[in-house]
């Protein structure tokens, strides 16, 4: 037994000696960062304000993608990252509920592979870190290391308190924050965990078993509601959102333009609410306060993750690459009703080190304040949970229509920076191709010279989706294809530069024809220029196009009833 760590690293090492061609360059190491409900604005290299200086060193010295896409929403965009599918193929159309139609099964299934999966028959070590969400916490048959990671800390479900987590877990235990033998920090931050554990992932691995690559997913909840963040980093924020929706969406406009992200010919769309008409100014100030403080404070956990990769001399031969997950949400979470001032004292009794949270939502914090809501809350500290609203979700979103939920732009648009110096050798360069989180699989293969299998255990898995990114970042075209959408009934279909999408358009036959728009994006992303009754022929091809896609993907039959609509699933 005391010889197996010295026999377990000859062993990797032969392996990779082994499943590398001699005289061919070293597999890369592969690192995918998901960021959460963020938009496509906020990082400074895609316009925003708010401080990201390792996503914009990352960008600086590779590339940035500005027709990149997510699914709209937090699980399908997972699942399709993870599997190289659209969402419905691989089980999780809408939520974590069981809906009864193989589109909508609320779980990733057996007849897709994760990456993960996918990688390690190639001789990849896999690690994760965050917010898994692609199956119900009780369905552990799914979750990360029977999904192909060797090593899991993170959350199941979609979202929770930045200081309590619930469904918390080392690889399969559900544990504490504050029970946790093999984490002791002074104070717990989820975000600073997740970035923690990503550097310990790396810095065991290459300690154990250096001449292997590895895969690590890094998926933050951060800037998902709760609006929480250390008051220290709130501080460095306060007064920076005093002017107002307007005024931070026409700046950030004008540094995209600078930046050459967006095109001068799209318009910003009509604002989502009028600042001057907003009671509580100091209120709403603090809600993007908190979130910028969020998105910085991720920021600087990705630094200590690109550190300890330079550390371990490994940074050149690292794919690294970062994406969001949906845009900005414009969910009303904790914002109803009038809020309550803190106690003076606890009025609960204290929860128990070792007892696990048990609610999204917690009822309240470990040491016995009630968790309050509504107007006047100042977010940020672990007795308070509040999104920060529609009005600041349009602002992240700039200069995009509609939200997360939705297939507009500002549903869907996701920066995407890669970087990987021994590959890509142009440093700050866009790429203007439309690309989709479906490609990532693809990617990952391709670099990895793995193969995706065909079946497994005798059952067919279903063939992926996606393209490989890999011509892109050389500067070749991707091939040209139709890129889909659909979420709660909302539909898109994307081919060159046309998009039709509408709202609410899918019946259990198939697209409403009558309800779809129809933009030319090269000339009009903002999409305020609908020309489908100029171009009814190509709305009628369009339409056929997505109901192929919906029949073929299991977005149809749809569930027996519509389900839930973006105001009553808050997750």
Avoid at 258 to 272: F, S
Avoid at 287 to 304: L, N, S, T
Avoid at 432 to 451: E, K, S
Avoid at 482 to 493: I, K, P, Y
Wanted: aromatic share 8%; glycine share 10%; hydrophobic share 35%.
């Amino acid at each position: 037994m005391g010889r197996r760590p010295t026999q377990r690293p000859l062993v990797a090492a032969a392996l990779a000696l082994v499943l590398t061609p001699v005289g061919a360059a070293p597999r890369p190491d592969i690192v995918l960062i998901l960021s959460d409900d963020m938009g496509y604005s906020d990082i400074g290299c895609y316009g925003g304000e708010i401080e990201t200086p390792t996503l914009d060193g990352l960008a600086a010295n590779g590339l940035r993608f500005t027709r990149f896409y997510n699914t709209a929403r937090c699980c399908p965009t997972r699942a399709s990252l993870l599997t190289g599918l659209y969402p419905h193929q691989a089980g999780v159309g809408h939520m974590m509920e069981d809906r009864g139609e193989e589109g909508y099964r609320g779980s990733i299934h057996r007849r897709c592979v994760t990456i993960a999966e996918a990688l390690k028959p190639a001789g990849y070590a896999t690690y994760m870190a965050g917010k898994w969400h692609v199956t119900p916490p009780k369905n552990r048959d799914h979750w990360p290391l029977q999904r192909g990671f060797d090593r899991f800390y993170g959350t199941i479900h979609g979202a929770g308190s930045f200081y309590d987590p619930n469904t918390l877990t080392r690889d399969n235990e559900l544990i504490s924050p504050l029970a946790d033998p093999a984490y002791k920090p002074e104070r717990y931050y989820y975000t600073d965990a997740l970035s923690d554990h990503a550097v310990r992932f790396i810095a065991d691995h290459v300690a154990k078993t250096p001449g292997t690559p590895f895969f690590l997913y890094v998926a933050y909840t951060a800037a998902h509601w709760p609006m929480h963040a250390p008051q220290e980093d709130v501080a460095k924020y306060r007064g920076r959102y005093d002017a107002g929706y307007a005024a931070v969406r026409s700046a950030r406009r004008r540094k995209m333009l600078q930046l050459g992200v967006i095109d001068p010919a799209w318009t910003l769309p009509p604002p989502a609410e009028d600042w001057e008409a907003v009671k509580d100014k100091a209120w709403e100030a603090r809600c993007m306060e908190v979130y910028a403080a969020m998105v910085d404070r991720m920021d600087r956990g990705i630094g200590r993750i690109v550190d300890q990769l330079r550390k371990s001399g490994r940074l050149d031969n690292t794919l690294v690459c970062f994406l969001q997950d949906n845009g900005g949400c414009a969910e009303g979470m904790g914002r109803g009703g009038e809020g309550k001032p803190r106690a003076d004292a606890p009025s609960l009794p204290p929860m128990a080190a070792d007892a696990l949270q048990p609610d999204m939502i917690p009822k309240q914090t470990r040491d016995g304040y009630p968790v309050r809501q509504g107007r006047g809350v100042m977010p940020g500290p672990a007795d308070t949970y509040i999104g920060y609203g529609r009005g600041w979700a349009n602002v992240s979103n700039t200069p995009f229509r509609e939200y997360k939920h939705w297939v507009h732009e500002g549903g869907i648009a996701t920066p995407l920076i890669v970087h990987w110096p021994a590959r890509v050798k142009e440093k700050g360069a866009l790429r203007h191709a439309p690309a989709h989180v479906i490609d990532l699989m693809a990617t990952c293969i391709d670099i990895a010279g793995a193969t995706y299998p065909a079946e497994r255990g005798g059952e067919r898995i279903t063939p992926i989706e996606g393209t490989s990114l890999v011509p892109a970042f050389d500067g070749r075209d991707l091939p040209p294809r139709a890129l889909f959408w659909e979420h709660e009934r909302n539909c898109a279909v994307r081919q060159g530069k046309w998009k039709l999408v509408g709202k609410d358009v899918l019946g259990p036959d198939g697209p409403n024809e009558a309800k779809w728009e129809l933009y030319d994006l090269d000339a009009d992303r903002s999409e305020l220029n609908n020309v489908a009754a100029k171009e009814p022929d190509r709305v009628k091809a369009m339409s056929a196009l997505f109901l192929e896609y919906a029949r073929r993907c299991n977005v149809l039959p749809l569930p027996g009833g519509k389900g839930k609509t973006a105001k009553q699933e808050k997750q």
